[in-house]
DNA sequence: TATACTTGAGCAAACGATTGTTCAGATTCT
DNA sequence: AGAATCTGAACAATCGTTTGCTCAAGTATA
């Protein structure tokens, strides 16, 4: 067993709490003593129970980080990022994966609180959908990242909307005329997004949406579902897709040498998330820049700063032109 | 504040305890108060403090996971497979990253051991140059991945050196005579467990290394080391290489192609780890599989099991064949 | 020398939960 | 009816720290 305060107090011949203000500078005592107990700690290998000080104090400088899925390249650059200012300011971070799943995601979140963190970061999270008692009842500041819009939360993210409308804007600037978007099943928020960012650039545009341009593809995982999109970009005449991010923008482009297709020649591809693979693929991939670190760094320095309104930090992304795109 | 058993208690009109045992059902107790209290305690939203409770028994079902970085895709499967067993024996996963710095990985270590987690599990440890006492003193189960041979600890690894030889061994079967080794500055020890490999390699065919075939390189990203060699490589005569990891090898084939030196016409390369691009870049690479998942799940378990002697758990991978390698 | 102040260190409560022991009141038996 | 048993719940100690308070001994002052 770990050596406790008692255990330096027995063998010093003095009393626990002697142990504990020799050893962390608090009032006062003979400078000696103190040296001496100092002495005998470290000789006995003593590190303080973080549990017993966190149950007096109230703060366990641990953080619960709620991601989807580790194996997501997105959230490898997120956890980055919040591993950064957390390691600075000395938090601890948990780890729990949801893996887009609503009951899982709860059980996480009350798992976390359990363990009394001072605060939870959750990536797109799927709560807006259910209000659960059980997580309204929790009084640990929460932050959100990119999940639109919760009530009684801190929210970082980036306006997806807008920046789809960038990603097709830049498309037609090309001078493509059909441009289609390939994205996955999921209801989720961000996607419902970043299709109306597709449509608003049409709309600015003065054009109409062909329905036959947006590609809503089953469930698969993202490099799947571009690599199984091609098919029926082939039955339509787009010139350019938009695709919901890299992974589906990297498995289209790879279906695409297989069949022969040539990009950008033969179809612009327009990604979003910016994942390290994106300027490493060829050909490179012109994508949506996702400030992923920042989205991060923000979140977690919020939780340290403790807000006493909620805050809704709106992160800028960058359109980032590589060679999957090309002028029609 | 949350609600604690003392808040149940008062509102109610018992003492704790007996709201502690009506909660979990242990001891001696009328039906009605026992259902009472416990629809009491759901209204209030308690959350039992696993600090508390922790402390109580001395049992936290934390565990600490020091890896090297999260960026790593090979590192992502590791988690992965660690959190697959985790979660489905209910223990909460700490993270820490250690970025191939000692002082770094011995720091988070101390910090898990305060934590008072029941194991820790070290990627890739830096620990086996030094034994520093203050890690030799911490009476928690350690488990090392793919470190080789630390004294008192379990240790889950792959056989680099053999699975080297394996690569570099389909390499001669194939035909090639001249065979070269691309690999990063550091003195790991899986680095030179390699280069052993592919010297065994060519010294079960009887031949004998060439030294201006093994290119160490410079410091840099993975990516950037295999970009980089491609310049050292065509001063030789090589027909092939083998890569440290398969991100060098990617990052070598990216130069290759910009170069309009076609693989795996002009030049054989094979990879190590295996992780997902390797199956996605054009062409996909042929590599040594390394089993990842089973690496991070085989961890958990020995930490789970606590087994009374050091366990040295050898995992077997194998060799991926893919496109990036042809006959000579 | 008696009084006041300072110094050094122990006592005890608190953080929130668990659990062995005690104990009063109700029930059963003779 | 009196003794023995059982039931339901409170009491108190414990886990390892921290910290306000107390208190005895030592030093300085009058």
Known sequence: MPVTLQDIATRVGVSPSTVSRALNGQGR?????????????????????????????????????????????????????????????????????????????????????????????????????????????????????????????????????AEAKKAVDYLFLIGHRKIGFVNPPTKRHSNERRLLGYQDAHEAQGQIVNPTHIFRMPMLSDYETGREALNQILDTDVTAVFCYDDMIALGLMNACRERGIHVPDDLSVVGFDDIAQASQFYPTLTTIHQPALELGRSAMTLIQDEPDEFVNHLLECELIVRDSTKPL
């Open 29 to 161: 005592m003979k400078e000696d003593t103190r040296k001496y107990i100092k002495s005998i700690a470290e000789e006995m290998g003593y590190v303080p129970n973080f549990l017993a000080q966190s149950l007096h104090d109230t703060k366990t400088r641990m953080i619960g980080v709620v991601i989807t899925s580790v194996a997501d390249p997105f959230t490898s650059q997120l956890i980055e990022g919040i591993e950064q200012v957390a390691d600075s300011a000395d938090y601890t971070l948990f780890l729990g994966a949801s893996k887009f799943d609503i009951e899982k995601e709860i059980d996480i979140i009350l798992k976390f609180y359990q363990r009394r963190v001072d605060g939870i970061i959750v990536q797109t999270s799927h709560l807006q959908t259910i209000a659960d008692p059980r997580i309204e009842t929790i009084d640990v500041p929460i932050v959100f990242i990119n999940n639109e819009s919760i009530s009684n939360a801190h929210n970082v993210t980036i306006d997806s909307r």
